[in-house]
């Protein structure tokens, strides 16, 4: 199932080629995807354009709610930025749940350089009573 929906995503989500995102790892409620950061990647401050991480994160969080099959819709996500990202540096961010309800589940995504955590987003998603687009 896991990859059938990673695969569905894959080919239906635009954003993954628009900023060369790998997707490196997706299981139950989970899911890591990581990425380079190149020269279209950056702000005026010459560092990791924070909509960029932002949407690292959003990927992940993307894959990891939808990974058993079922559509989850996103309710609302909030993130905090720690350390700038530069111009070469590989960011992963990684995705796991940490409530599920009937309706809801909310995951935290960590986004990191290495070991070092460069953002930290939590998400809320609605869950549909719809399978996944396949």
């Known amino acids: 199932m896991f990859?059938?929906?990673v695969k569905y995503i894959r080919e239906?989500?635009?954003l993954f080629d628009l900023?060369?995102?790998?997707?490196?790892?997706?299981?139950k409620n989970f899911a890591k995807v990581g990425m380079v950061v190149k020269d279209e990647h950056l702000n005026a401050a010459k560092v990791c354009h924070g909509a960029v991480i932002f949407a690292l994160a959003d990927l992940a969080f993307g894959l990891?709610?939808?990974s058993?099959?079922?559509?989850?819709?996103?309710i609302d996500v909030s993130i905090s930025y720690f350390r700038t990202?530069?111009?070469?540096?590989k960011i992963v961010a990684e995705a796991k749940e940490v409530y599920s309800g009937n309706k809801t589940a909310t995951y935290i995504i960590e986004v990191k350089r290495?070991?070092?955590i460069v953002a930290l987003a939590k998400g809320t998603v609605f869950?549909?009573?719809?399978?996944l687009g396949f």
């Open 68 to 74: 058993c099959g079922k559509l989850a819709l996103t």
């Open 127 to 131: 869950k549909i009573e719809k399978v």
């Open 85 to 89: 990202v530069n111009l070469g540096d």
């Open 19 to 27: 900023l060369e995102v790998e997707i490196l790892e997706v299981g």
């Open 3 to 5: 990859m059938d929906v």
């Open 12 to 14: 239906n989500d635009r």
């Open 64 to 66: 990891a709610s939808n």
């Open 114 to 116: 290495g070991d070092e």
